[in-house]
């Protein structure tokens, strides 16, 4: 399947685990949409606050740092709304709190695409073991999608809000084994390379990280005619 496939939304949501998470996997595609006219949200799930070895850093400093740097990121991308849901980075459990958290976003922001991560991949390539929090808001956001968000009695309390149901039809997966879909993102890799830029806390060396990320897209792109790619297992369900 390649990018001619890949469809023109007018609403994406995005739900993943940690800041950055919206980025490494699927930052071009955002900006090829957001260039478009599309209306993208982004949701993060934890704060952020474990992810540094730096001695001397804080939690505390770690997640006001992380906000700034994703609101960046997400500007870069021509994204300008960032939510947190604020859950403690590295203690992300799959649990009724999450599901509704999902639930609500899902009921509020009616996306035609929605983007998380693949909750399947325990091992990624055999060579990446994949983070636990990335399974646990992925397999929240799938059991949001179907049943919950969909059935009325599921958090009637929404309804009391002015919250209807609402069917996800189309998601995009990050983090996959088995990626279907390949979309072109040679007109926004300089984009995508800027927006990780931003989040200096986490990449290192700015220049190496370019390097890396021209060395992915070019890989992900394979097979195809593109320079630069992302892969994403696009799960379709029926209307
Ligand atoms: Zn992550």
């Known amino acids: 399947m390649s990018s001619n496939n890949y469809p023109s939304p007018s609403r994406v949501l995005v739900i993943v685990a940690h800041p950055d998470d919206p980025e490494f996997p699927a930052a071009g595609t955002i900006a090829n949409w957001t260039a478009q006219g599309v209306q993208v949200t982004f949701a993060i799930v934890t704060d952020g606050s474990k992810g540094s070895p730096e001695p001397g850093m804080t939690s505390a400093q770690l997640v006001a740092m992380r906000e700034v740097e994703q609101r960046n990121a997400a500007a870069v991308v021509g994204v300008t709304e960032v939510l947190f849901l604020g859950?403690?980075?590295?203690?992300?459990?799959?649990?009724?709190?999450?599901?509704?958290?999902?639930?609500?976003?899902?009921?509020?922001?009616?996306?035609?695409?929605?983007?998380?991560?693949?909750p399947t991949a325990r091992i990624i390539g055999?060579?990446?073991?994949?983070?636990?929090?990335?399974?646990?808001v992925?397999?929240?956001v799938l059991d949001a999608v179907f049943p919950l968000?969909?059935?009325?009695?599921?958090?009637?309390?929404h309804e009391a809000e002015g919250l209807e149901p609402y069917k996800v039809l189309d998601i995009f997966l990050t983090g996959t084994n088995e990626p279907n879909l390949t979309v072109d993102i040679t007109a926004t890799i300089d984009k995508k390379i800027a927006a990780l830029k931003e989040?200096?806390?986490?990449?290192?060396?700015?220049?190496?990280?370019?390097?890396?990320?021209r060395e992915f897209g070019a890989r992900s792109a394979e097979g195809t005619s593109f320079h630069y790619a992302e892969r994403f297992r696009r799960v379709q369900l029926p209307g």
């Open 87 to 118: 859950y403690e980075d590295g203690r992300v459990v799959n649990n009724t709190d999450l599901k509704q958290d999902c639930v609500r976003l899902i009921r509020q922001y009616r996306p035609d695409v929605l983007i998380t991560h693949d």
């Open 126 to 136: 055999n060579q990446r073991i994949n983070h636990p929090d990335h399974r646990a």
């Open 138 to 140: 992925g397999d929240a």
């Open 149 to 157: 968000a969909r059935d009325r009695l599921n958090f009637p309390e």
């Open 199 to 213: 989040h200096k806390s986490q990449i290192g060396d700015p220049e190496k990280l370019e390097e890396r990320m």
